[in-house]
């Protein structure tokens, strides 16, 4: 297995920061012209991977979805951090923190409109890591 790690700065506000040319640059340099399966994992404890279409407005979508379902105001329990960062660290149980994506002749067999994306809702930790790894085939 192959594996980079990459930083990502998501600033202190929520974002769903694209990641698809990213892990296409990854699997183009680890897979060459095989088929396998890409991993993208965020080891963090509040953020998240989702596969959706960007730049159409899903992804403020997404985020205002997500502050209905999920409300900073709802009065966590887990309190440490700024108001509502309890939030943060049930969202993940919602979108989870990997994604498996199948690479055929090497190349992401994504969707028309399907965009990797990293999730982050903690206003509180402005950088990340997204683990990414090549499982050939």
């Known amino acids: ?43 963090h404890a509040t953020a998240g991977v989702a596969i959706l279409e960007t730049g159409a407005g899903s992804d403020d979508d997404l985020l ?29 149980a919602l979108i989870p923190p990997y994604a498996s994506i199948p690479v055929i002749g090497g190349r992401l067999a994504l969707g028309t409109w399907q965009s990797i994306c990293l999730v982050d809702t903690n206003v509180d930790n402005p950088e990340r890591q997204v683990r990414l790894s090549w499982l050939a085939g």
């Open 64 to 92: 205002a979805l997500l502050e209905k379902l999920v409300p900073r105001d709802f009065g966590w329990r887990h309190r440490h951090g700024t108001p509502g960062h309890g939030r943060d660290h049930v969202m993940p």
């Open 1 to 43: 297995m192959q594996s980079e790690l990459i930083e990502v700065r998501t600033g202190g506000r929520e974002v769903v920061v694209d990641l698809t040319e990213e892990c296409a640059g990854f699997v183009a340099r680890a897979a060459g012209s095989g088929d396998g399966l890409l991993h993208v994992f965020v080891p």
